[in-house]
């Protein structure tokens, strides 16, 4: 069913550049008579600042017409581009975030006093919405700008819908400045070098709070003021002299001058009998110029209405990130990857200690400084990386923040196994948690079948059989056995226990098994780096279904893994390769919920006919590359081979008693 336009068009509008497509009559936008080119360019390129108006099939949903800011910016000799940044509309009382609207080659027509953007249509096909007609049209004269947006949506009832938005509004100014000033103006303001005045005196009230206020980065051009204290007489003889301030977003513009015009926004405190305060409204406003912040404070009780002045020193950043880390060294294969509080890189496999003792090259938070061994690290000298190195980065403001950095070798993964070698894990526990696994690499999903033992003794025995084992009956040596069980299926419990699955699958990768509670297809991490283009996935299997099928009713849902309908269709196995492109090498991958649908994949091999085998068949398939995808030597890839005793295991169907054999196992480069 088709979403109404009402909720999701502006959605649509901000998550598309629009280009234009000329109506069909056939003319040359600003030409003269005599052929010579006009430039309607100039007369319109610059920021405008005005009013929206929106209607719903001929209903006016904006009762006040919404102030906005847009920016006309040229586009190729002869057109402009139009955009509308961080669009937000009230619908019920409630806003409506659009994001970003912009316009590109918009051709022009007319006279420099009076410009004319020739209508601009285009068709968007919208996996929501359906079929939408889109105009633009609009003129620039003498400064003032009108624009006019339409769209329809084609419904499947006839009923279409009409959504009209008009901009009308006045060149403020020839440039244009679309940046996001929010991270500029991020930080901490003290006190200390500016000035706090009010228009209120009493005995015994002092101007104490605050010593300093902070503004967090919140969207584009908008800032948090972090709730912080204000100084404001009591009743009371031992209250609190005080009252909080805070505004979850403010609104800043550029002006002429250079400064930034902070919104006016409006805030209350109720009464706190306990604290000694009284029920408040308050209005904060202000500028900033040259990183000092001006806040104009208005508050108003039923006894004091007071405004207040504030004038910090200079700004002082607060951000203290370690934003990025190089080495200038033959030694390193994969730069510092850097995941929260930690960073690892790759060296060439036998580094010596000798050779870890590198430079590296900082990237921090602005205003911010690398301590190293509690001194602030000097550029240019070196740090022996040949154990794990703990670096600290200081704001501005004086607050540190831990990174460990370690060094790993660079391992060259074969992509290959004939599964012949497995090693015990869990040794050290209690026998039923023991089980065996691939050496090399070579992960199961036996680990998550330890917790249901473990757990839920009564829906599958501690004695019974694990999903993976080691077997005799192989093409050559031996070979990987995986079984799709019946665990039973049991409720989850409150929302952070999982439901235990009806049918649970045996699977085989590459990669790291850990267990997820919160949702145990992310259990998988599937993949290892791979530094050479796979052209193809070989290997042999047999198999042979079991006699029940289980259909999720929840497919992929780990809450609901419990809830099944018996269908009539025969289990399949799930043998495939997948090349991802990663970012991060320790920290990306690949798991249980977006093995096959993650738009990081650029490569698939894959066994599509793979089915009932009652002896080992070979297979050899090559890789097929994703539209538009092709191997990048400069870009970072992991590979994952997985094989799971049921296709759709990942969705918590399958036939328990399936069996997969696989054995010899490669990938060909």
């Known amino acids: 069913m088709k979403k109404s336009l009402f909720y999701y068009l502006f959605a649509v509008l901000c998550a598309v550049n629009l280009f234009s497509s000329c109506s069909d009559e056939e003319t040359v936008p600003g030409g003269s008579d005599e052929g010579t080119p006009v430039d309607l360019q100039t007369p319109i390129i610059g920021t405008y600042d005005g009013t929206l108006s929106v209607s719903l099939n001929g209903v006016n949903i904006t009762p006040e017409p919404l102030a906005q800011r847009i920016f006309v910016k040229q586009d190729g000799t002869d057109k402009v581009e139009m955009s509308l940044r961080d669009f937000t509309i009230l619908i019920a009382d409630s806003p409506l975030e659009v994001g970003d609207i912009i316009v590109k080659g918009i051709a022009l027509d007319g006279e420099p006093s009076n410009v004319e953007l020739v209508e601009t249509k285009v068709t968007q096909q919208h996996e929501l919405l359906g079929s939408l007609d889109i105009t633009i049209t609009g003129t620039v ?12 949506q084609h419904m499947d009832n006839g009923n279409d819908m009409n959504i009209a938005v008009t901009f009308e509004g006045t060149r403020v100014s020839k440039e244009v400045d679309d940046a996001d000033y929010s991270k ?51 009743l009371v003889e031992k209250g609190n002299a005080t009252q909080p301030i805070e505004a979850e977003s403010i609104k800043m513009q550029k002006s002429e001058d250079g400064s930034l015009i902070f919104e006016e926004v409006k805030g209350h405190n109720d009464e706190d009998e306990k604290a000694g305060r009284e029920a408040v409204d308050y209005t904060i406003s202000g500028s900033l110029n040259e990183k000092v912040l001006t806040l104009n404070v208005t508050m108003k009780s039923a006894n004091f209405t007071i405004n207040y002045k504030y004038v910090s020193g200079n700004l ?41 003792k590198l430079v590296p090259v900082f990237e921090v938070s602005e205003g911010a400084k690398v301590m190293y061994n509690n001194e602030e690290y000097v550029a240019g000298t070196a740090i022996d990386f040949s154990s794990t190195v703990t670096l600290k980065v200081q704001s501005e403001k004086g607050v540190a923040k831990s990174y460990t950095v370690s060094s790993a070798e660079m391992k060259e993964y074969s992509f290959a196994s004939n599964l012949d070698t497995w090693e015990m894990k869990n040794a050290d526990g209690e026998e039923y948690t023991h089980y065996y696994e691939p ?23 501690k004695e019974a059989p694990y999903l993976v084992t080691e077997v005799e009956d192989a093409h050559s040596g031996h070979a990987a056995r995986l079984e799709t ?15 235990v699955p009806k049918v649970t699958s045996g699977s085989l ?34 198999y042979i279904p079991g006699k029940t099928y289980y259909e999720a009713k929840y497919p992929g849902d780990p809450s609901k893994a419990n809830e099944v309908n018996e269908v009539d269709k025969t289990d399949a196995p799930a043998i495939n390769a997948v090349l991802y492109e990663v970012t991060n090498f320790s920290t990306d991958y690949l798991d249980g919920t977006n093995l096959l649908t993650s738009d990081k994949i650029v490569a698939i091999a894959s066994v599509a006919d793979a089915g009932t085998q009652a002896q080992y068949t070979s297979f050899n398939v090559a890789f097929e590359w994703k539209d538009g995808k092709s191997w990048d030597a400069s870009k970072k890839y992991k590979l994952a081979i997985v094989c799971s005793s049921s296709k759709d295991g990942d969705k918590f169907s399958g036939a328990p008693g399936s069996v997969l054999f696989v054995d010899e196992l490669s990938i060909s480069f």
Do not use: H, R
């Open 316 to 356: 002082q950043k607060t951000g203290n990130d370690l934003l990025g880390m190089t080495f200038d060294s033959d030694v390193v294969v994969v730069q510092p990857e850097i995941s929260d509080k930690t960073v690892t890189f790759y060296v060439m496999p036998g580094t010596t200690a000798e050779q870890l």
């Open 439 to 461: 050496v090399d690499g070579w992960a199961t999903s036996n680990e998550g079948l330890k917790w249901v033992k473990m757990m839920y003794p009564n829906l599958y025995s």
């Open 485 to 499: 069980v019946d665990t039973k299926g049991q409720a989850g419990f409150g929302g952070f226990i999982p439901a």
């Open 509 to 542: 990768f590459n990669g790291i098994f850990s267990v997820n509670i919160s949702n145990t297809l992310k259990s998988t991490q599937f993949g290892q780096p791979c530094t050479k283009e796979p052209k193809s996935f070989s290997g042999f299997y047999k």
């Open 141 to 152: 004269a003498d400064e003032n700008a009108k624009l006019n947006i339409g769209v329809i």
């Open 184 to 234: 500029t103006v991020e930080g901490f303001y003290p006190l200390e070098g500016g000035s706090f005045t009010s228009d209120y005196q009493a005995e015994g009230f002092e101007l104490k709070w605050p010593n300093g206020v902070e503004l967090v980065a919140v969207g584009y051009n908008k800032v948090q003021l972090k709730s912080t204290y204000i100084s404001f007489p009591t």
